[in-house]
């Protein structure tokens, strides 16, 4: 197995460093073909380093930055005035092939900013949208895009559906991917003018297994392996899910805290709720691809954990092994033909 | 206290007779001031009531309807080829002051089509739309539109805004519910044109007491009493949600049924999870209002119990005592006024 290297903007994130760091450490300890380059503040990560036990690590390289890109900097900011960013330098490591893929806990907007900036898009892809795993009754599913676009034209929905078919394929190894669009109804006639026309331009593709339309209760159904949709309708059911689910686990807490009796019950019943918290997880789905560059980048949630940030880390990990950028790119090389011809 | 008078469509969902007559009974037994006009094909109908032990009740009175809106007719057939259809009669109903507010678990489309021609809108609503109580961490909040409109415009969103501001103000009593925009972030830049217009929209009606953006997961924050978004954002935020529950739902019995150790310490957690699901019971908060007509019109979950069909009917209950539809028209005279001038 060859050792791929990741680049880690260590600063990002609420967290920063105190998460950042040790679940570096832990993802080393799992997985032995892997190299960690930290970005960051040459003082306060040298600092974290010795505090997590990895002072001298083989498998670990420092690279500075002098700066770090704040959780509210405007794309602006982040873009035009902090050059020497943890974030910036972990995406120019990818850039120079110091590294093979990115990941950071920093804000999305300027993450992605940065990273089309540096990292450019791949041909065929006009816009380049944010991806990532959701739990469903059978297994997963992946869904884009969750918030890169506003405003998606039929023809990027169809990028879309190329990338995240061909980014399935590579890290769940499903030959034929069903590709689902996210609609209001599954009947033909339902929804807005881009969706049928999407609908067309999927039904078309000769290299796509079109599932038809989907619901947003759909998602979690297994219907499909793919979850089409712009970025403000996929953004919302995103958000929707965490929230539900966090609202869901504070009703479970309050109700198992009205009396010792119970308290006690709910304690007999752990196995229960520990069996799922691992299917639902938050910190195992954790790691966001940012799909149609030349080059992995994954976006971890700003307030995740140690053990979310490790997620994170083999998510990028997986796609830098598989070159998921280059399959991509095989991906719609037809649609690049087809609009050059 | 009055009496207030609903029409039933009795053939309407998915099971029918079967869930809305015994869901009648309930309502009848509940509430005192209060008539039902059952409206259904004569020879079933009878049968349901006999069965219901309803036969003679001085407060129900029986409306022949001959056809029924299956759930999977087209707004083109409900509308044109369906004219004695109990949904439609129901709603006729209405129209004719016979009824306050009619109630139907047949399919959406139709009953927002059948209800638009029949009742029309009310002045200065340019499209009525759903609206429905969510539960939230404090209580709920009401959010719209959930399906009526794709592509609304800011006006709209607007109209939206003033409409679900004049329900919770009637239903829940709220003086100066706070209003929210769903967007996919905050911060003003965030989000398409639409909403950036309509924010500023908001910002501006001298009787809204705007609160600015909120998230897919600040709905259940209880940030907000009304949540405002287009129809087809709106509709893929409520099926996630209803998708999350199903799907945690069935984990959870999953989980609880892995051995008998887990079954018997899941039994023994029963009152925590009885208390979970009376706080997110899809029964207790189904009924969603068609806002904007001139009548109350309250649409039943197609697949509901009788427990949640009695809720739709106390929903329609409530709007009908409070006269919304009157409400909603002083709340909009403001841009009718302005619209003239």
Same mark, same amino acid.
Request: hydrophobic share 45%; with cysteine; aromatic share 2%.
């Given at each position: 197995?060859?050792?791929?290297?990741?680049?880690?903007?260590?600063?990002?994130?609420?967290?920063?460093?105190?998460?950042?760091?040790?679940?570096?450490?832990?993802?080393?300890?799992?997985?032995?073909?892997?190299?960690?380059?930290?970005?960051?503040?040459?003082?306060?990560?040298?600092?974290?380093?010795?505090?997590?036990?990895?002072?001298?690590?083989?498998?670990?390289?420092?690279?500075?930055?002098?700066?770090?890109?704040?959780?509210?900097?405007?794309?602006?900011?982040?873009?035009?005035?902090?050059?020497?960013?943890?974030?910036?330098?972990?995406?120019?490591?990818?850039?120079?092939?110091?590294?093979?893929?990115?990941?950071?806990?920093?804000?999305?907007?300027?993450?992605?900013?940065?990273?089309?900036?540096?990292?450019?898009?791949?041909?065929?892809?006009? &816009?380049?949208?944010?991806?990532?795993?959701?739990?469903?009754?059978?297994?997963?599913?992946?869904?884009?895009?969750?918030?890169?676009?506003?405003?998606?034209?039929?023809?990027?929905?169809?990028?879309?559906?190329?990338?995240?078919?061909?980014?399935?394929?590579?890290?769940?190894? #499903?030959?034929?991917?069903?590709?689902?669009?996210?609609? *209001?109804?599954?009947?033909? *006639?339902?929804?807005?003018?881009? *969706?049928?026309?999407?609908?067309?331009?999927?039904?078309?593709?000769?290299?796509?297994?079109?599932?038809?339309?989907?619901?947003?209760?759909?998602?979690?159904?297994?219907?499909?392996?793919?979850?089409?949709?712009?970025?403000?309708?996929?953004?919302?059911?995103?958000?929707?899910?965490?929230?539900?689910?966090?609202?869901?686990?504070?009703?479970?807490?309050?109700?198992?805290?009205?009396?010792?009796?119970?308290?006690?019950?709910?304690?007999?019943?752990?196995?229960?709720? &520990?069996?799922?918290?691992?299917?639902?997880?938050?910190?195992?789905?954790?790691?966001?691809?940012?799909?149609?560059? &030349?080059? #992995?980048?994954?976006?971890?949630?700003?307030?995740?954990?140690?053990?979310?940030?490790?997620?994170?880390?083999?998510?990028?990990?997986?796609?830098? &092994?598989?070159?998921?950028?280059?399959?991509?790119?095989?991906?719609?090389?037809?649609?690049?033909?087809?609009?050059?011809?």
């Amino acid at each position: 197995m060859s050792v791929v290297t990741l680049a880690v903007d260590a600063m990002g994130g609420d967290h920063g460093l105190a998460v950042t760091v040790p679940a570096v450490a832990t993802m080393l300890s799992r997985q032995e073909h892997l190299h960690i380059i930290l970005v960051g503040q040459p003082e306060p990560l040298a600092d974290a380093i010795t505090k997590a036990g990895l002072d001298g690590h083989a498998r670990i390289t420092v690279q500075p930055a002098s700066e770090l890109v704040a959780m509210d900097d405007s794309v602006a900011v982040a873009l035009r005035q902090k050059k020497d960013s943890s974030m910036r330098v972990a995406i120019n490591m990818v850039k120079e092939g110091r590294a093979q893929a990115a990941v950071s806990a920093g804000n999305t907007g300027a993450l992605m900013a940065v990273s089309r900036f540096v990292l450019k898009t791949l041909p065929g892809v006009d &816009r380049p949208a944010i991806c990532t795993a959701i739990p469903t009754v059978s297994g997963h599913c992946h869904m884009l895009d969750l918030g890169a676009n506003v405003d998606s034209e039929p023809e990027h929905l169809l990028q879309f559906a190329l990338m995240g078919q061909a980014l399935v394929n590579a890290v769940d190894g #499903v030959r034929h991917p069903r590709v689902a669009l996210l609609n *209001i109804g599954e009947e033909d *006639i339902k929804g807005n003018e881009q *969706i049928k026309e999407a609908a067309g331009l999927l039904r078309d593709a000769p290299n796509i297994n079109y599932a038809g339309f989907i619901e947003g209760d759909g998602i979690f159904a297994g219907e499909a392996d793919v979850v089409v949709c712009d970025g403000f309708v996929g953004n919302v059911s995103l958000k929707t899910m965490e929230g539900v689910a966090k609202m869901l686990k504070n009703m479970i807490r309050e109700e198992a805290e009205r009396s010792w009796l119970r308290k006690l019950s709910a304690l007999l019943a752990l196995p229960v709720f &520990r069996g799922l918290k691992s299917r639902m997880d938050p910190d195992r789905y954790n790691g966001a691809s940012l799909v149609g560059l &030349r080059g #992995v980048v994954v976006k971890s949630h700003g307030g995740t954990t140690v053990e979310g940030f490790a997620s994170a880390l083999e998510v990028a990990e997986l796609e830098a &092994r598989r070159n998921v950028p280059a399959l991509i790119r095989d991906a719609l090389a037809p649609v690049v033909n087809s609009a050059d011809a």
